[in-house]
């Protein structure tokens, strides 16, 4: 099976940034797409972004777009998710996960293999 390990996460406040990143083991196929996703306690777990194989096509949660920015490059299995100007209410255990296919996708089901997730807690 695929392994995929997040890093990056921390305490800031609100305002700054921080960057997760996720690194996939050799047996994870390097031509899936791939997708953050987010759990804070209490509410499900959400969609925060995901990108293609190839690093491109890039999909956003509305309540992040203009302020994250997913990126991978093409061939690579490491992923990055640069989060700026952050708020109290991005608090969350933020999860890397391969897609089933070439494409990235909002959807949880699409997605074959997740991480163990990395902490992300913005003070205000």
């Known amino acids: 099976q695929g392994q995929l390990v997040e890093s990056g996460g921390g305490l800031v406040q609100a305002g700054d940034s921080l960057r997760l990143s996720c690194a996939a083991s050799?047996?994870?196929?390097?031509?899936?797409?791939m997708g953050w996703f987010r759990q804070a306690p209490g509410k499900e777990r959400e969609f925060v972004a995901a990108?293609?194989?190839?690093?491109?096509?890039?999909l956003y949660a509305d309540s992040v777009r203009g302020r994250f920015t997913i990126s991978r490059e093409y061939g690579k299995s490491t992923m990055v998710l640069q989060m700026n100007s952050l708020k109290p209410e991005d608090t969350a255990v933020y999860y890397c996960?391969?897609?089933?296919?070439?494409?990235?996708?909002?959807?949880?089901?699409?997605?074959?293999?997740w991480g163990q997730g990395t902490q992300v807690t913005v003070s205000s």
């Open positions: 050799r047996r994870t196929a390097t031509n899936n797409g």
């Open positions: 996960a391969q897609a089933r296919s070439s494409m990235g996708s909002s959807a949880p089901s699409a997605y074959a293999y």
């Open positions: 990108i293609s194989w190839k690093g491109g096509s890039p």
